[in-house]
């Protein structure tokens, strides 16, 4: 399956052609400050299953994670982990959304009280298990 994105002006695209490793939702403090919201919707691929094109910056939110997105328009698009190679995109930032099918919630520690989640599927209060 084919999954392809980009920013909101089309500077920066992308494209993966492989399954995701994941596919979750993160509530933790760090991601609600860089995408803007009450949580990071994200799938996770092999960082070299995805092409990047076009001018993505990127900065460190941890010393582990990088976070990368469109200088031009301010688009957060990706994070990458350093450690294990992986590329997450924004789910908000493929060109079909709906493609997205998260898995889990992680860090509901830090979740927004007013989100209710019934969804069904497993949350944990921070890392899932290994």
């Given amino acids: 399956m084919l999954y392809a994105g980009g920013c909101l002006c089309g ?3 992308y494209r993966a052609e492989a399954a995701p490793v ?3 939702v993160c509530h933790c403090r760090l991601c609600q400050k860089a995408v803007g919201a009450a949580f990071n919707a994200r799938l996770l691929f092999a960082g070299i299953d995805v092409a990047i094109e076009g ?3 990127w900065s460190h939110s ?3 994670l990088q ?3 469109c200088p031009e328009c301010g688009t957060t698009l ?3 982990r350093l450690s294990s190679g992986t590329v997450g995109v924004g789910s908000g930032t493929l060109d079909d959304p709906s493609q997205f099918r998260p898995r889990m ?3 509901i520690s830090a979740k927004q009280p007013w989100l209710i989640l019934e969804d069904g599927l497993p949350q ?3 890392w899932p298990p290994a």
């Fill in 11 to 13: 500077k920066v695209r």
């Fill in 22 to 24: 994941n596919e979750r």
């Fill in 55 to 57: 001018p993505a910056r």
């Fill in 62 to 64: 941890s010393p582990d």
């Fill in 67 to 69: 976070r990368g997105f």
């Fill in 78 to 80: 990706f994070t990458r």
């Fill in 105 to 107: 919630h992680i860090f």
């Fill in 124 to 126: 944990y209060e921070e």
